[in-house]
């Protein structure tokens, strides 16, 4: 496995671009942990991935969702029916934007 150990340097200029600040002792903390994590990561890109296909997810995923079937709609009355407020064919519900304005109106 070839794998270069990442420098202090390094590690100060990822940090720069993740928009970080950190003392040189936090710095060379940084590098002693990210070094196990990149190891571990040139041991993966050393596979044989050949002819395997890339996953979305580990265990196939399965619609469960019904099919879309036209059904009569219920009666304007009885869709209205259980509604605390009606507005001619409309449900009638308070206004919950804008403010403390009085929705009433």
């Given at each position: 496995?070839?794998?270069q150990?990442?420098?202090v340097?390094?590690?100060?200029?990822?940090?720069?671009?993740?928009r970080?600040?950190?003392d040189?002792e936090?710095?060379?903390?940084?590098?002693?942990?990210?070094e196990p994590?990149?190891q571990?990561?040139?041991g993966?890109?050393e596979l044989?991935v050949e002819?395997?296909?890339?996953?979305?997810?580990?265990?196939?995923?399965v619609n469960?969702?019904r099919e879309?079937i036209?059904e009569?709609?219920?009666?304007?009355e009885?869709?209205?029916?259980?509604?605390p407020?009606?507005?001619g064919?409309?449900f009638?519900?308070?206004?919950?934007?804008?403010?403390?304005e009085?929705s009433?109106g």
């Open positions: 496995m070839s794998f150990r990442i420098t340097d390094e590690v100060r200029k990822i940090a720069l671009l993740a970080l600040t950190a040189d936090t710095l060379v903390r940084f590098a002693d942990e990210l994590i990149l571990y990561v040139a993966i890109q044989d002819g395997v296909e890339p996953l979305a997810h580990a265990v196939p995923l469960v969702l879309d036209v009569p709609s219920l009666p304007l009885q869709v209205l029916g259980n509604a407020e009606t507005d064919p409309f009638k519900v308070p206004k919950i934007i804008g403010g403390d009085d009433a």
